[in-house]
């Protein structure tokens, strides 16, 4: 039964995942002025990144289901990794005092840590619950 499980690709919590993670990290911003605006603008800035993440699940989602919680904890770090590159070449170096101003897809891009983190970590554990139900 657990072979049968991680040869399919679970698309629906892969979605899923993503549309509970957004409202579910930005949690702390929807109490400011502008936390529905942020919220709309983090989804459709996010949409071309979770539709290569999709793709690339479609592809090695036998490797993905079967540790999740590695894939999951590689793409945060990897996403991370890329919110600090681009906060960096957008601000235009670390020690760059003629600069400082930061674009609004710069702070998107930071503020959508959270959501990130949920669903890097809502994804797995489902993962393991579904495995749980079907092996039991």
């Given at each position: 039964?657990?072979?049968?499980?991680?040869?399919e690709?679970?698309?629906?919590l892969f979605?899923?995942?993503?549309?509970?993670?957004?409202?579910?990290g930005?949690?702390p911003?929807f109490f400011?002025?502008?936390?529905?605006?942020?919220?709309?603008?983090?989804?459709?800035?996010?949409?071309?990144?979770?539709?290569?993440?999709?793709?690339?699940?479609?592809?090695?989602?036998?490797?993905?289901?079967?540790?999740?919680?590695?894939?999951?904890?590689?793409?945060?770090?990897?996403?991370?990794v890329?919110?600090?590159?681009?906060?960096?070449?957008?601000?235009?170096?670390?020690?760059?005092?003629?600069?400082k101003?930061?674009?609004i897809?710069?702070?998107?891009?930071?503020?959508?840590?959270?959501?990130?983190?949920?669903?890097?970590?809502?994804?797995?554990?489902?993962?393991?619950?579904?495995l749980?139900?079907?092996v039991?």
């Amino acid at each position: 039964m657990r072979d049968s499980f991680l040869r399919e690709p679970q698309v629906e919590l892969f979605f899923q995942a993503y549309l509970i993670g957004l409202p579910l990290g930005h949690l702390p911003f929807f109490f400011s002025d502008l936390g529905l605006g942020l919220l709309f603008a983090k989804f459709f800035l996010s949409l071309p990144i979770v539709f290569l993440l999709f793709i690339f699940y479609r592809i090695k989602y036998a490797a993905v289901n079967s540790r999740p919680f590695l894939w999951g904890s590689i793409i945060f770090i990897a996403t991370l990794v890329l919110i600090v590159a681009s906060f960096f070449l957008i601000r235009g170096g670390i020690n760059d005092p003629t600069r400082k101003d930061m674009t609004i897809l710069n702070i998107i891009l930071i503020l959508s840590a959270p959501s990130l983190l949920a669903t890097c970590i809502y994804f797995p554990v489902m993962i393991r619950l579904r495995l749980r139900r079907s092996v039991g």
